[in-house]
């Protein structure tokens, strides 16, 4: 795992096309996702608004989700989305509990 917690946990992800979307607009776009983002409680890992590859990442203060806006070269925009390291069924298999 990317948090050198304990082995058998797993990490989710996705990404998310934002097809369809006026690039000569994308500053408006991330900007509004970062403006949302800071005001729901995420925090700002990477703010790289200012450069060509448009790049913004926050990870939820609640929970440790983490999202991402990221404009490509060709000017298409992709939001991300990954989840904190989580056990498969919810809760450490015994083997790991009694490992304290």
């Given at each position: 795992m990317a948090d050198?917690?304990?082995r058998g946990r797993y990490e989710i992800s996705k990404i998310y096309w934002l097809n369809g979307l006026p690039s000569e607009r994308n500053a408006e776009f991330v900007?509004?996702?970062y403006e949302h983002w800071v005001a729901n409680g995420f925090r700002v890992l990477s703010d790289q608004r200012a450069a060509d590859g448009?790049?913004?990442s926050v990870e939820n203060a609640?929970?440790?989700?983490r999202m991402s806006v990221k404009?490509?070269?060709e000017g298409d925009l992709s939001?991300?989305?990954s989840s904190p390291c989580v056990w498969p069924d919810g809760v450490p298999p015994?083997?790991?509990n009694s490992a304290g």
């Amino acid at each position: 795992m990317a948090d050198d917690g304990p082995r058998g946990r797993y990490e989710i992800s996705k990404i998310y096309w934002l097809n369809g979307l006026p690039s000569e607009r994308n500053a408006e776009f991330v900007d509004a996702l970062y403006e949302h983002w800071v005001a729901n409680g995420f925090r700002v890992l990477s703010d790289q608004r200012a450069a060509d590859g448009k790049f913004v990442s926050v990870e939820n203060a609640g929970d440790a989700f983490r999202m991402s806006v990221k404009q490509t070269v060709e000017g298409d925009l992709s939001l991300g989305a990954s989840s904190p390291c989580v056990w498969p069924d919810g809760v450490p298999p015994a083997d790991q509990n009694s490992a304290g």
